[in-house]
């Protein structure tokens, strides 16, 4: 299971409270079961994000210029994945 947070995010704290929330769900689930979690950086994978934010540009426009013009161009490059 993939968990994603705003960009703002204190991770350290987020970890603990995921971790907290898996330690109290652990008993419901089978024995078997093994739960990991992590925090997962930058430096792990060779990833790259981005966000487009304004005061002026309203967020629908953001997208179309992010999904029509920003993305076309990024995919175009070697080594990029999607």
Excluded: C, H
Aim: aromatic content about 10%.
């Amino acid at each position: 299971m993939d968990l994603f947070f705003d960009w703002g995010s204190d991770m350290i704290l987020t970890l603990q409270r995921v971790d907290a929330v898996v330690a109290r769900l652990q008993p419901t689930l089978p024995s078997t079961a093994k739960v990991d979690t992590k925090r997962l950086t930058f430096a792990v994978f060779p990833i790259i994000g981005y966000s487009l934010t304004s005061d002026a540009v309203p967020q629908n426009k953001l997208w179309e210029i992010a999904t029509y013009d920003l993305k076309p161009r990024l995919n175009r490059l070697n080594g990029v994945a999607r």
